[in-house]
């Protein structure tokens, strides 16, 4: 009988901290300067450069932890972890090993996290992904291969970057996915990361390996490096999983081994066999000081953002939104910060939530825009839902007006008043076109009146059309109805 395997799954994620300068230099952080212009003797590792630590990066790692529900010890250090690559200009790196600035803490996975095509079927719902630390370290120089030859830009060199390392507690590549997604979110609400994984600011090595269900031990871990995309990460983890559950199902054996994930060619290669923590040779960088953290601590603590996961509670508690709508509108921190200036005036939250979701983004979508390039304030989104709440202009009338809000950024009221869009409320005007069109349309009036209900619907588009679209559709079916039951 052939027995049945599972996957387990382990992540290290690199993230670019969002400092002005670099980890123990002064040159800028600057993503897409030309390249080796951001450099100096401290980040090139030329010879009696001294490092000199950016504190702002230790408090933002510090934060990160809070976050996450670290605990951070009282003494943290930097050690020296020694390898040659040609985008380590040192030949070592500098890097935390047995007292990183954070341990423990987890990501929980939450169903707006998942892949839209899984959050139907999760396996395990909340799931707690535990962390075994984040440790800060600099970033190396990036390296970009020619047909005959590769250079090297070493303005990412010295980057502030934390990593972040999970226990192996991910059991799916959707697992992995909604890990990515969760953290990303959790990122963005600190502020402490751009997170963006085009730029290489969110990274991820993947470890995975595979057992018979039930086994005592996992089976060979292999690693998969340098993810820049959520979504190719789930990819990656479903070739690799059904490629070891091949070899290992015919009686082959794997081998601990570092590959890569071609997206195009939809498989991963090898890269090398897996290095193992003594081939580093980490011991203490003589030229850093031990950091006391509990001043640091007492800082992050202080400036700890609301996470995610309290954002979409407030918004179902206080704002009335579905969990579907607090999902999205949380999701990214950006959005949701404009979302709330939109509807802290609000009469209705859920109509200011409705337009966001159905309209707004779609708009920014086909646009290519963010949110932060968003043409129309949020007072001004406010602003037409009170116009459509107040019954002054119907819903395809306040679609037309958003369409050119989000085209010219002027003011919803000064285009309804350009196009003459307002609707007719005055029961006085609209009582005269209903007392026509029940005047010139006997049969439905009779049919009403006989007990079909819907003959009325005609008689409101007949009005809609005298008053050339303006009158307002509720005044109409109730002056309607009236009329109509009086005789």
Not at 282 to 294: K, Q
């Amino acid at each position: 009988m052939t027995p049945n395997y599972i996957a387990t799954i382990g992540l290290e994620v690199h993230v670019q901290l969002n400092t002005r300068s670099k980890m123990f230099c002064a040159c800028a952080v600057e993503y897409g300067a030309e390249p080796n212009t951001r450099v100096c003797p401290v980040c090139l590792g030329l010879p009696g450069a001294l490092p000199v630590m950016n504190g702002e990066a230790v408090r933002k790692t510090i934060l990160t932890g809070l976050m996450l529900g670290c605990s951070t010890p009282e003494v943290s250090k930097f050690d020296r972890k020694n390898y040659f690559y040609p985008d380590m200009p040192k030949n070592y790196q500098i890097s935390q090993y047995d007292l990183p600035l954070c341990a423990g803490g987890a990501v929980v996975l939450h169903q707006g996290a998942y892949p839209k095509d899984a959050q139907k079927a999760i396996a395990r719902p909340d799931v707690a992904v535990r962390l075994v630390r984040i440790h800060l370290e600099e970033d190396v120089a990036k390296s970009t291969h020619f047909e005959s030859a590769s250079g090297i830009d070493f303005n990412r060199a010295g980057t502030p970057l934390m990593e972040i390392v999970t226990e192996p507690d991910i059991a799916s590549p959707e697992e992995a996915f909604a890990f990515l997604t969760a953290l990303k979110q959790i990122l963005e609400h600190g502020g402490v990361s751009f997170a963006d994984m085009e730029k290489g600011q969110l990274r991820c090595d993947c470890n995975v390996s595979v057992a018979p269900e039930g086994a005592a031990q996992l089976g060979t871990k292999i690693e998969i490096k340098n993810m820049n995309s959520i979504s190719g990460v789930r990819r990656a983890l479903a070739f690799e999983i059904e490629r070891q559950i091949a070899v290992v199902s015919a009686g082959g054996a794997l081998q601990q081994e570092t590959r890569r994930w071609d997206d195009d060619a939809g498989q991963t290669f090898l890269m090398r066999t897996k290095e193992m923590a003594h081939d580093y040779r980490y011991f203490p960088d003589p030229d850093l000081l031990p950091v006391r953290t509990a001043e640091l601590v007492a800082e992050a603590r202080a400036a700890m953002p609301e996470l995610p996961a309290a954002r979409r509670a407030r918004y179902v508690g206080e704002l009335g939104l579905s969990d579907y709508d607090a999902g999205v509108l949380s999701a990214d921190a950006a959005l949701a910060d404009w979302f709330e200036a939109a509807v802290r005036g609000a009469r209705k939250p859920k109509s200011i939530a409705n337009w966001v979701i159905n309209d707004l983004l779609s708009a920014l979508a086909v646009a290519g825009r963010s949110i932060a390039e968003c043409p129309v304030p949020p007072a001004e989104l406010e602003g037409l839902v009170n116009l459509v709440d107040d019954g002054k202009l119907n819903l395809t009338q306040a679609k037309a007006v958003f369409a050119e809000m989000f085209s010219s950024g002027r003011p919803a009221l000064e285009i309804v008043k350009e196009q003459g869009l307002e609707q007719v409320s005055d029961t006085g005007a609209i009582e005269a076109f209903c007392d026509q069109v029940i005047a010139a349309n006997p049969k439905p009036v009779a049919d009403y009146r006989a007990g079909n209900a819907a003959s009325i619907n005609f008689l409101k588009g007949q009005v809609m059309k005298l008053s050339k679209g303006k009158a307002n559709p509720k005044v109409v079916g109730e002056l309607l109805e009236a009329k109509l039951n009086q005789g």
